[in-house]
């Protein structure tokens, strides 16, 4: 019996090199301290890698983690971690991902996976109500992740989930992907874990189950349950109608939205590629990730016109944004296309959007020429240059190989490419939201521990709408405000953590949940019965455990910086033309409330704190 609930009490250990298995049981003390998700992922991947392991080398493992809300009917709760060194950055890797999978794997017995070695030939794991297989994949190496779902559950069970890798990830494309849900292409595409994936020749997971993770205070669950339900059905209507980018329009308008790879302010044709658009002329249903009540998926079908046939996920925000206007692209039905063709490459849409905006300014600037890109006029605004060096990069071949490597690759590949053209952090192209719009973006970037990233600390929620009474954030900041930035978005990043290892959506903040909420949704599940101080410390102890796998890498405060573009170039016109983010002034204040020192490096007494003192420094 499962001493806790939420958990199934065991994680699988799979060695790909000798092909065997076994069950690993983690301690209430580990489960407590680190919970699940990339939270226990971080306490794992800490213990199994060091500074000189080589991210596509057999050393590096792949873990695959749920936190204790996955599969309990917690709303918004079917979500999951992977987890690995990243190839992309060279640090801590970590990909959140919604849709089945998660929840899929719980049912057949499992709280995660962690995959070690290398197998000699392409395999695929499958997990049947706890029976473990490992599975030739010869058949499946170089389809695409749509045909991959498809044979996987034709030839295992249609109740299966599959979690799997396209021909980017087989080829090891850094900024490759891992795909479930089929044609609805729920992804983990973040940091290159597609490539680790397929560096161990491991093409797919699939899982199935009847079991069921049990929750221990059910009465209060149910009300718990009712209650969020409810808030998220009213607050949340909006994004149920249009999706993530029924704000589009609104995010152009206020600077958040990154315009022609940074450079602009303005984008008046992105009325063109609202969510509102989109459920207008190709919207046929919602899809719902397990648990979830909101259903901001889009699918979609394109029924006429140059890309008819396209048929399935619809872009999100993030891939509207980075397809769209970061390269002046207004062709809704082209984007749509573009991002189906990342899907079905299994490639991260947020880092090919970057890297092409990278090569139609060096195109613009005459250091890309026609001879590089093997013919293709890679102009501003033109999304049959986007699609055709999409189809490059997916497949490895000609400037594609380049760009597949990343944004830093192709500045130093090519001469004379200024620095200010070249937008990443740690080596991680940005997400679709500008720090000159709203401060807090650029702490949380610049000490996000996998590279740019706003969901680390989603503190721009903050200066958008939301708040935090528990921490006397009775209004929203101002988006252009510093003082307290760095406080807040350090607690912001804390509460994240605690997200991402109980594995709820964070979304629900705009639904109205509070941090309270997401303590009362473990509580209820686990029977943990935890104080909120001691929750609290339990996300402070995970983000600072993932921020010394990088200290331990050599990272430090040289390595918290922005673009240079985003520190010293306003964006000239739209909602925020004229400000520039103080990064070094929120800085100091984030690391002085972290009790980090000026370097950036948590000191021992906030080791010890934590119960990190296992980590020397």
Known sequence: MVKWGGYMGKTLMVNLTDGIWEDRVFSEEILRQYIGGSGLAAKILWDETDKDTDPLGSENVLIFMTGPTC?????????????????????WGESDCGGSFGVALKKAGYDGIVFIGKSSKPVYLYIDCGKVEIRDASH???KNTYKTYELIKAETSTDAEVSCIGPAGEKMVKMAGIFSDGKDARASGRGGLGAVMGSKNLKAI????????????????????????????VNMKSMRDFGTTNSYLATEECGDMPIKN??????????????????????????????????????IKIDSGKYT???????????????????LIDDLAGICKANELCNQYGID???????????????????????????????????????????????????????GEGVKAIAN?????PDECVIHVKGLEPPMHDPRAFFSLAVGYATSNRGACHLSAYSDSLEKGVTMPEWGYNEPFRGTSVEGKGIM???????????DAVKSCKFLFWGGAKATDLLEMMNTVTGFNMELDEFMCAGERIFNLKRMYNVRIGLSRKDDILPIRILTSPRGSGGAPDTLPPLGIMLDEYYKYRGWSEEGIPTKETLKKLNLEFIQI
């Open 140 to 142: 499946l190496w170089g």
């Open 309 to 327: 046939g396209v048929d399935g996920a619809g872009p999100e925000y993030e891939s509207m944004a980075s397809l769209g206007a970061n390269c």
């Open 413 to 417: 590949h090519f001469r004379d490419v």
């Open 262 to 299: 940074w450079q602009k302010g303005s984008f008046k044709s992105a009325k063109n590629t609202t969510g509102q658009v989109m459920a207008e002329k190709y919207l046929i249903k919602n899809y719902y990730c397990k648990g979830c009540v909101v259903g901001c998926g889009r699918v």
């Open 489 to 499: 978005t350090a607690k912001m990043g804390n509460l994240c953590s605690l997200y």
């Open 71 to 91: 599969g309990t009917n917690v709303p918004m709760s079917g979500r999951h971690a992977v987890v690995a060194k990243s190839p992309a950055t060279g640090i």
């Open 349 to 403: 849409t947020i880092s090919v959007g970057a890297v092409i905006a990278l090569g139609m300014e060096l195109y613009e600037k005459g250091i890309i020429t026609k001879k590089d890109t093997n013919g293709i006029e890679l102009v501003w605004g033109d999304v049959n240059a986007e699609i055709a060096m999409i189809h490059q990069i997916g497949k490895k071949e000609g400037l594609g190989a380049i760009m």
């Open 206 to 233: 699939a899982a199935r189950g009847t079991f069921k993770p049990e929750v221990r205070h059910l009465e209060d669950f149910k009300k718990m349950r009712k209650r969020l339900a409810s808030l998220l059905s």
